[in-house]
């Protein structure tokens, strides 16, 4: 697939689920078009799943740890057929199993997630899972900045480390902003990078928007070093809409109908992405 | 002779006993293996034992982890630590998504003694019973003990296991049936029913001889499993003796005092008296002199039972 289709994908999935937050009157809206682009590599580049057999044994697996993310995440669940996309417009609604969170009960989720800082470490146990039963299958989780104030991180990042697991990758969407602003005002986070690597982890810097640089670098990991891998995805909270990128009020917010109708005329404009 | 064991030993036991037949079950533990006596089943299978620190978060999270890969966690630790301080990670990551995960959690109560307060958790059956689908049991032997591992494991969902601490001598009965959520009745009377668990099993047997030498013919039943409640038995021992005396190693609040309290409000007017800690924290001592000081003895649950029989109307 080129480069153009990715970032094509990208867009759709922006658009989808601006329009399912707006549809819903409620959706964590900057955090979503944040994290769209390593959710689209993850999912179209380099997982190996399977729609029509979401419980298939060998799927890789995937933790969405800022499970309040999840609006862009269920377009792209959609899309590849994991569940039909008319579905989509129940996001958020009563009786709809879509919902603010992600749970198991949607078809491709592997996981309830979303209470911040348990999917580092579930994570882990997956890993570890497919140690233990010898199966090839490589766990991937996606956390936020702000979530890196939990202490539950740093004790999965130890086990990560201690047990080496070179199947295990994590993601940072590093957008460097949390609800009430800027990570680096409400808890320093930096030096983020030395950090990880004190604790033995295998760290890149990357850029979170660039689907296919972030596919070639999950690519080049190798699964025998006995490290975790991690990527501190640098990116734009609300990335693709011109007033909603990095304003920190976004982090959770409907746009109004000339909101939204600008929102999908910036995403048409330009194709986000590098 | 009954043999004299700890239940956290038998627990220990239990774990090397499953791990024979079943392949899928591993044992995570924070770095207390020799307390909670995992070590029994990590000596025999290490490479399904994992240590993963002094880290109870990220224990409950990755036991997650492992059941979602279709193996079977037990997650041993301190009841104050598992329960208490992991809290929000086994409701979150493991009782909401339902997940098969076993938490045999020891040092539960004020058997921990000397530790003291800050280490005897007397909320636990409390803060687990709130979390719907979780079942709870609480062994009174060592011979219980075994038999609610293998249970356990019949129980598609999270299962909370008490584990004390002391050495206790056995007396269940080996053949008698071992069925969560049904209680077994010990001994049968007619002025007062006894429905205790765990460790304040045999303090209510002692009781309901020393009732009996004085006149009073009491009901003991062993309440091993906290939840889901045998309320038939309750209601029935309510009609029949007219009068009910819960004794626990736990706080009364939260514990089998107040499942049997929701159990008979609205159904029964029988009078009902709580026995277990009285809403305060544990202290330093000798487990005996605590469970002196704290009333939990065979003298009190019988001191207990006479006002319970001298309420009836």
Redesign the interface.
Known sequence: MSTTNYRRIATERRKELLNMIYEAKTGHTGGALSSTDILVALHYGIMNIKPSEPKW?DRD?FVLSKGHSVEGYLCILADLGFFPKAELMTFSKYGSRLIGHP??KVPGI???SG?L??????????????K??G?AYK?YVLMGDGELAE??VW??A??AA??ELDNLTAIIDRNGLQISGSTEDVMKLEQLKAKWEAFGWQVFEADGHDIEGLISLMKSFPQTNGKPHMIIANTTKGKGVSFMENVAKWHHGVPSDEQLAQALADLDKTEVGK | MAESKSLRVAYGEALAEIGAEHKEV?VLDADLAHATMTAIFADKYP??F?N??I?E???????????????T?FVSTFAMFGAGRAY??IR??IS??NLNVKLGFSHSGLCVGEDGGSHQSIEDIALMRVLPGMTILVPCDSIEMKKAVRASLDIPGPVYIRVARPVVDSFTNPEDEFIPGKANILREGSDVAIIATGLMVTEALEAAEKLSKEGVSASVVNMHTIKPLDEKCVLEMAEKCGAIVTAEEHSIIGGLGSAVAETLAGKSAAPFIRVGIQDKFGKSGKPSELFCEYGLTGSNIADQCKKAIAQKK
């Open positions: 044994a697996r749970t198991n592997e996981i309830c209470a800082g348990h999917g580092l470490p579930a994570a882990v146990g997956m890993a570890l899972g497919a233990k039963s199966r766990t202490g539950s004790e999965g130890m086990a201690n047990y | 591993v490479e399904r994992y993963m620190g880290a978060a990220n224990l409950m999270c990755a036991a997650s982890g492992f059941a979602y890969s279709g193996l966690p929000e990670m979150n990551s909401y998504c």
